[in-house]
C-alpha cells in the first residue's frame, strides 16, 4: 500500500498533504511536525472532510518517523520564512541545519523513496538533502518550475481570457528572480504564445511570473501555500503513478545543458524512478546565456553553503 510522508503542517505542508489526499492515489499521507498536536488535529480535520470530498485515502500526523516508515515519497516543507532582520546567511545556516535534520531522519525508515524538496532557497536545500539522504540523484528534486509555470500559465489565461488547460508552457533556470521563461515554447491550443500577444505584454507576463512569489508576499506578509502545494501534489502524482509526466523540475544537471553538480530547474521525464530522464530542448544563444546566467547564481548560493561549513556555522 503506497504511503506519502509531508514534512511539516504548516500552510504550505498542510495543502500539500490536502491535495494527495484529495486525488485519492495513495493509501495513507503522513505528516510529520515538531509541534504537539498540530499535524495531528490537521490529519484529523482533513479525514474528516474526506466523506464531503470523496476520497478514502488516510490522513494522519506525527511527531517523530516511525509513521513514515517505508514511504514511496516524501515531499519536505519543513524550513524558516525570512524574517525581518534575518540576513541571507543566516537563513541559509538554519534551513540547511532543517532540512538536512529532516531528511537524515526520513530516510532511515524509508531508503527506497523518492524526496520532493519545497523549502527554500529551494535549488541549495535540494542540494542538501540530496548530500543528506545518499540517494542517487533521480530520486531527488525540487519543486520551482511547476509553481512558476503554474504562475506563468494562470497570467495568460488572464490576458487572453481563455482557459489554463489550453496552455503548455515551459520554464527553466533556478527559483526566482533568475528563472528563465520560455515563451518560443509556450502555446494556447498549439498556437505559439508569439501569435496571441505582442513582445511587451509577453515581456510583462514573464517579469510578473519572476516576481511572482514575492507579489504574494507583499499582498499579505507571508509566502503563498495554495499554488505550492498544488504543485507538489501534482509531481507527486507522477510519481506514484509512473505516467512519465513531462514537467519542469529542480533536478541534478550533470553535464546537460553543460551545467555541472547542481539542482535546477529544467524540463524533466518524472515517473516511479524519481526523474526518468532530463529533457534537453534546443535554447537560442540568449536563451542559454539566460540559463547559464541562472546556474552562477545557484553555483554561489552553493560556494555560499560551502563557506559557511567551513566557517563551522553548519554543522
Same mark, same amino acid.
Given at each position: 500500500?503506497?504511503?506519502?510522508?509531508?514534512?511539516? /503542517?504548516?500552510?504550505?505542508?498542510?495543502? !500539500?498533504? &490536502?491535495?494527495? %489526499?484529495?486525488?485519492?492515489?495513495? +493509501?495513507?499521507?503522513? =505528516? $510529520?511536525?515538531?509541534?504537539?498536536?498540530?499535524?495531528?488535529?490537521?490529519?484529523?480535520?482533513?479525514?474528516?472532510?474526506?466523506?464531503?470530498?470523496?476520497?478514502?485515502?488516510?490522513?494522519?500526523?506525527?511527531?517523530?518517523?516511525?509513521?513514515?516508515?517505508?514511504?514511496?515519497?516524501?515531499?519536505?516543507?519543513?524550513?524558516?520564512?525570512?524574517?525581518?532582520?534575518?540576513?541571507?546567511?543566516?537563513?541559509?545556516?538554519?534551513?540547511?541545519?532543517?532540512?538536512?535534520?529532516?531528511?537524515?531522519?526520513?530516510?532511515?525508515?524509508?531508503?527506497?523513496?523518492?524526496?520532493?524538496?519545497?523549502?527554500?532557497?529551494?535549488?541549495?536545500?535540494?542540494?542538501?538533502?540530496?548530500?543528506?539522504?545518499?540517494?542517487?540523484?533521480?530520486?531527488?528534486?525540487?519543486?520551482?518550475?511547476?509553481?512558476?509555470?503554474?504562475?506563468?500559465?494562470?497570467?495568460? /489565461?488572464?490576458?487572453?481570457?481563455?482557459? !489554463?488547460? &489550453?496552455?503548455? %508552457?515551459?520554464?527553466?533556470?533556478? +527559483?526566482?528572480?533568475? =528563472? $528563465?521563461?520560455?515563451?518560443?515554447?509556450?502555446?494556447?491550443?498549439?498556437?505559439?504564445?508569439?501569435?496571441?500577444?505582442?513582445?511587451?505584454?509577453?515581456?510583462?507576463?514573464?517579469?510578473?511570473?519572476?516576481?511572482?512569489?514575492?507579489?504574494?508576499?507583499?499582498?499579505?506578509?507571508?509566502?503563498?501555500?495554495?499554488?505550492?502545494?498544488?504543485?507538489?501534489?501534482?509531481?507527486?502524482?507522477?510519481?506514484?503513478?509512473?505516467?512519465?509526466?513531462?514537467?519542469?523540475?529542480?533536478?541534478?544537471?550533470?553535464?546537460?545543458?553543460?551545467?555541472?553538480?547542481?539542482?535546477?530547474?529544467?524540463?524533466?521525464?518524472?515517473?516511479?524512478?524519481?526523474?526518468?530522464?532530463?529533457?534537453?530542448?534546443?535554447?537560442?544563444?540568449?536563451?542559454?546565456?539566460?540559463?547559464?546566467?541562472?546556474?552562477?547564481?545557484?553555483?554561489?548560493?552553493?560556494?555560499?553553503?560551502?563557506?559557511?561549513?567551513?566557517?563551522?556555522?553548519?554543522?
Amino acid at each position: 500500500m503506497q504511503k506519502v510522508t509531508v514534512i511539516g /503542517a504548516g500552510n504550505v505542508g498542510a495543502t !500539500v498533504a &490536502d491535495c494527495v %489526499a484529495q486525488k485519492d492515489m495513495v +493509501h495513507e499521507v503522513v =505528516m $510529520v511536525d515538531i509541534k504537539e498536536g498540530m499535524p495531528q488535529g490537521k490529519g484529523l480535520d482533513m479525514m474528516e472532510s474526506s466523506p464531503v470530498h470523496g476520497f478514502d485515502t488516510t490522513v494522519t500526523g506525527t511527531n517523530d518517523y516511525g509513521p513514515t516508515e517505508d514511504s514511496d515519497v516524501c515531499i519536505i516543507t519543513a524550513g524558516l520564512p525570512r524574517s525581518p532582520g534575518m540576513s541571507r546567511d543566516d537563513l541559509l545556516a538554519k534551513n540547511t541545519e532543517i532540512v538536512g535534520g529532516v531528511t537524515e531522519q526520513f530516510v532511515d525508515g524509508s531508503p527506497d523513496s523518492t524526496i520532493i524538496v519545497v523549502a527554500n532557497p529551494l535549488d541549495v536545500m535540494t542540494y542538501v538533502a540530496y548530500e543528506a539522504s545518499g540517494f542517487p540523484s533521480n530520486r531527488v528534486m525540487g519543486m520551482a518550475g511547476v509553481l512558476d509555470t503554474a504562475r506563468y500559465r494562470s497570467f495568460i /489565461a488572464q490576458e487572453l481570457d481563455v482557459s !489554463v488547460r &489550453d496552455i503548455q %508552457a515551459l520554464l527553466m533556470g533556478g +527559483h526566482g528572480d533568475t =528563472m $528563465v521563461p520560455l515563451p518560443r515554447y509556450t502555446t494556447i491550443g498549439g498556437i505559439p504564445l508569439t501569435q496571441w500577444l505582442d513582445d511587451d505584454t509577453i515581456t510583462d507576463i514573464v517579469e510578473r511570473t519572476k516576481g511572482g512569489g514575492g507579489e504574494i508576499v507583499d499582498l499579505m506578509g507571508t509566502s503563498a501555500w495554495y499554488a505550492p502545494g498544488a504543485a507538489a501534489a501534482e509531481m507527486t502524482e507522477a510519481i506514484i503513478k509512473d505516467n512519465n509526466r513531462i514537467l519542469p523540475a529542480a533536478a541534478y544537471c550533470d553535464g546537460e545543458y553543460g551545467l555541472e553538480d547542481l539542482f535546477i530547474g529544467v524540463p524533466v521525464k518524472l515517473g516511479a524512478n524519481g526523474v526518468e530522464d532530463i529533457i534537453e530542448v534546443e535554447l537560442t544563444d540568449e536563451e542559454k546565456d539566460q540559463l547559464d546566467t541562472s546556474a552562477e547564481h545557484v553555483h554561489s548560493n552553493l560556494d555560499d553553503l560551502q563557506r559557511l561549513r567551513d566557517a563551522g556555522e553548519i554543522g
